[in-house]
């Protein structure tokens, strides 16, 4: 076989923490714009994920997680899928069950781990604390003598905005991510739904190759032929490489969130792998 050309991608970043300790609040300042207005409660109730374009024109794809604790299932997958976690945990309330929870996804997964202390601004945030009790569950900060960075931030105010971002991307480069976009698309189903005028539709990430318009695939246990492609900002595209979230159309039925994609040379051959994983 030939030697695959790997090329540098995007990092994929997955926000988790406690219910309102401010994640998508976090993701909607360093994106620019506003969710967690639109959102039902202020309550993030599935995984959005987005890709951001750094002043230095280099991308980071970002995975945002619910805090709510009936959500323990999609922090795990958030966890699963990612190559960097920031723990968002808010300096006036400290660490709470769903902080705790996120830490052991985080461990279990192997994944390096980005401590966000959020809402510095408000007059009884306390740090420090936050510090100290992260010691209780093996995470040292660089300021405690360990190797876990750390950083104050406030969505709110737009504090320390600069400081998480070069931290993210120190992180990234000492992991050396690559991926070869020139061949068939792998990727893992986000989350999936069944839309009133499109029919199924699956957020997915992609891992690796380049997924296309007209591209032929198995998705769990269905198949399907790419329809259209519609990126994090609401726009048609006709490709997506690694490191890229998009929305699949074309799906035979709605998978299953955690389900891999892969593109195959054939249809009959799509729908004898997805019929075969359908009977087992
Ligand atoms: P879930 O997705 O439901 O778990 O919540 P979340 O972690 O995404 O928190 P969210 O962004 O919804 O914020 C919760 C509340 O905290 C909102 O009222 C925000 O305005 C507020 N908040 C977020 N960040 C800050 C901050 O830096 N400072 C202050 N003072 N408030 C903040
Ligand atoms: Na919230
Ligand atoms: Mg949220």
Redesign the pocket.
């Known amino acids: 076989d030939a030697v695959e050309s790997l090329l540098p991608r995007p990092p994929v970043v997955t926000i988790m ?1 406690h ?8 993701l909607d300042a360093l994106r620019g714009t506003d969710v ?1 207005a639109g959102e039902a409660g ?3 109730q599935h995984i959005g994920a987005y890709q951001v374009t750094q002043k230095d024109k280099s991308k980071i794809t970002f995975l945002d997680t ?3 604790e009936a959500f323990t299932e999609m922090r795990q997958r958030g966890a699963n899928v990612t190559d960097i976690v920031i723990l ?1 945990v808010a300096a006036d309330d400290g660490l709470m069950p769903q902080t705790i929870e996120a830490i052991s996804h985080t461990k279990a997964a192997g994944v390096p781990m980005i401590v966000a202390i ?2 510095i ?2 007059h009884d945030a306390n740090a420090q604390k936050v510090r100290e009790r992260l010691l209780e569950h093996d995470i040292q900060v660089e300021e405690m003598g360990g190797e876990t960075q750390d950083v104050e931030v ?4 737009k504090l320390g905005l600069d400081d998480l971002i070069e931290k993210i991307q120190l992180q990234a480069e000492l992991l050396e991510l690559r991926a070869n976009p020139d061949r068939s698309a792998e990727g893992t189903v986000i989350e999936a739904k069944l839309d009133k005028g499109r029919g199924p539709v699956a957020t997915v990430l992609v891992s690796r190759g380049t997924l296309r318009v007209g591209d032929i695939f198995v998705c769990g246990a269905e198949s399907g032929k790419v329809r259209a492609l519609i990126d994090d900002k609401g726009r048609q595209v006709k490709e997506a490489g690694p490191s890229v979230p998009v929305e699949v159309l074309g799906l035979s039925g709605v998978p299953m969130a955690g389900d891999p994609l892969q593109v195959v040379e054939t249809e009959a051959r799509a729908r004898e792998v997805a019929a075969y994983r359908a009977s087992v």
Do not use: E, M, Q
């Open positions: 923490g219910v309102d300790h401010g994640k998508t609040s976090l967690v202020g309550i993030t619910p805090g709510h968002v959020n809402k601004d408000k406030s969505a709110l105010k």
